[in-house]
């Protein structure tokens, strides 16, 4: 880089090293603009930007602007480009960064930085063979390298090909790099099993705001029986990121911990000091998750549930709620923990109170036949868009999509890209944006005539939603819990006919729908009525079977 003077070169670093960083971007702004600055200045200037919690997302996006032309003023500045690709997921923008990225790599593939950086890129971008190889390079090199481990863990759900015994082998390693970290074997703390006057039940989550987990959990917490249950819920949320529904739950609760801050090591202890009864994770290996501190053991009896379908592989986490569609008797021994069976389904949603008309279009052309997936874009594996490819290629029709993260150009774009190549008309494709109120987000549903469900990791909230306002939802049978939910959903409403075996009946499937006739009188409303007296939705039943559930466990320890 070109030699700055040195005063100033100081000065700018003990800005950064002492958090000032809007009085360094005053001072370099005094110099004149700042992409004509030496490069020197514009990393300290990119680099206030990145570190500051502050920073909007065009600052972020001129951060990276910076980072990239430092790195291409001098390619021996790597750490330019780290920083780049670090900002890079602050934005969801990966079209600059990456082919910076791809030319590093082809340059030194040994580079982890780079390696572990294009994984995670590729990862986001739902491109999963390559975001597996580059991961698998990463922890060959590293084999005890724990962190940024969970993205790829996480990653094998959304991957066709990847068996339930593959997947635990994954989490095994994992979790024996972290037991090891933290000397589990040797921590010498016990729990006085002596009773509380209720039973101190705690749900720990970084989603106690608007989002799927809450919106499941709220009926449960409602009407679990205080007399019975002193209830807690861990958060993990930043307070300034908590909404309207983060204050509902406070109020329907008993105690409300605000945990962010704390260290794995100070909350181990913080939740340990509350002699909680039952903890039950709604987490797993998702963003925000406490995995650390639950290795460690923070509540005599800690049971995984919810926010993430699969094993997390670890000794103290004792139990796993699912449902008998969902694990069979005989795949215990590809699960860590004990696994809990509720009698119909592992969850149930609470309606919204004012629900949408439905209002389809009745005497449609066989041409205007419109087929619908807002499951989050991640889903959509290479193998979902192959399958969806042929049937929208056979019968001409729409597909509606809707991504649930906010941001991801990128993404969209590149999901677009795999569907051309599919053969796929580009205009048969049609993205719909976030809504910002659940009323519009579920209107949306009239506009199609069937839901796609996406394979191997199907929607859950998307499918609850789907069969709320009328439309059949075809999914695709699986082979763990995670893969085999729009199984259990659809069975729990007797449409089982709706569950195809393979990718050839699934497609076989789709088209017999597109075929029928007078399709919204045989679903529509009628599947409306069906679904609000089912299990997916009979939330008070499902509150007392999950509560008979967990007193059963916690007296038989």
């Not at 009085?23 to 992409?35: K, N, P, Q, S, V």
């Not at 501190?293 to 796993?320: F, H, P």
Request: charge should be neutral; proline fraction near 2%.
């Amino acid at each position: 880089m070109i030699d700055l003077n040195q005063d100033l070169a100081k000065k700018f670093l003990t800005y950064l090293d002492n958090k000032q960083y809007k009085r360094l971007r005053f001072e370099a702004d005094m110099l004149g603009d700042i992409e004509d600055q030496q490069p020197v200045i514009m990393f300290y200037y990119a680099s206030s930007i990145y570190l500051d919690d502050t920073s909007k997302n065009k600052e972020l996006l001129l951060s990276s602007l910076l980072f990239g032309k430092v790195y291409q003023s001098n390619k021996k500045h790597l750490q330019s480009l780290y920083n780049m690709i670090a900002v890079s997921f602050k934005t969801k923008v990966f079209k600059d960064v990456l082919p910076l990225a791809l030319k590093a790599y082809e340059k030194d593939d040994t580079d982890v930085k780079i390696i572990e950086g294009l994984a995670r890129i590729n990862f986001y971008l739902g491109n999963r063979q390559e975001s597996h190889k580059l991961f698998r390079k990463l922890y060959s090199i590293l084999p005890n390298k724990k962190e940024g481990r969970l993205p790829f863990i996480s990653s094998l759900n959304y991957t066709s090909g990847i068996s339930q015994k593959d997947y635990l082998a994954e989490c095994l390693a994992y979790v024996d790099i972290v037991e090891k970290k933290l000397d589990i074997k040797n921590d010498k703390f016990s729990f006085d099993w002596k009773n509380n006057d209720k039973i101190k039940i705690s749900f720990l989550s970084a989603d106690f705001k608007i989002h799927s987990v809450s919106h499941f959990l709220k009926d449960v917490l409602k009407q679990i029986d205080k007399s019975t249950f002193e209830i807690h819920l861990i958060s993990n949320l930043k307070p300034k990121d908590q909404d309207d529904v983060s204050e509902e739950l406070k109020k329907i609760v008993q105690k409300w911990h605000d945990i962010e801050d704390y260290s794995d090591n100070d909350l181990t202890n913080y939740l340990r000091s509350l002699k909680l009864d039952i903890l039950i994770d709604l987490s797993g290996f998702t963003n925000g998750n406490r995995f650390e501190t639950i290795v460690r053991r923070c509540a005599k009896i800690q049971i995984e549930w919810l926010g993430y379908n699969n094993t997390l592989g670890s000794k103290n986490m004792d139990y796993l709620i699912s449902d008998k569609n969902l694990i069979k008797s005989d795949e215990h021994n590809f699960y860590k923990e004990k696994i809990l069976y509720l009698p119909n389904i592992w969850n149930a949603l609470s309606p919204p109170t004012q629900l949408p008309d439905i209002e389809k279009e009745i005497n449609k052309n066989s041409s205007d036949f419109t087929f619908c997936s807002f499951n989050n874009f991640q889903k959509i594996s290479d193998r979902t868009i192959e399958v969806w490819s042929k049937i929208l290629k056979e019968t001409k029709s729409n597909l509606l999509l809707k991504n649930s993260l906010i941001g991801g150009e990128d993404l969209k774009n590149n999901v677009l890209k795999k569907f051309t190549l599919n053969g796929v008309d580009k205009e048969q494709i049609i993205f719909f944006e976030r809504e910002k109120n659940i009323s519009d987000h579920l209107k949306l549903y009239n506009k199609a005539d069937v839901a796609l469900d996406t394979f191997p990791y199907p929607g859950v909230t998307t499918s609850y939603e789907a069969i709320l306002m009328g439309l059949p939802v075809l999914t695709m049978r699986g082979f763990n819990f995670n893969s085999r939910c729009g199984e259990s959903i659809l069975k729990n409403i007797k449409m089982d006919d709706l569950i195809a075996n393979d990718d050839e009946d699934y497609f076989n499937k789709a088209i017999s729908l597109t075929q029928k006739k007078d399709l919204n009188k045989s679903y529509g409303i009628n599947l409306r009525n069906k679904a609000l007296s089912s299990p997916l939705f009979d939330t008070v039943q499902f509150a007392k079977d999950f509560e008979e559930l967990i007193i059963n466990v916690y007296k038989k320890n």
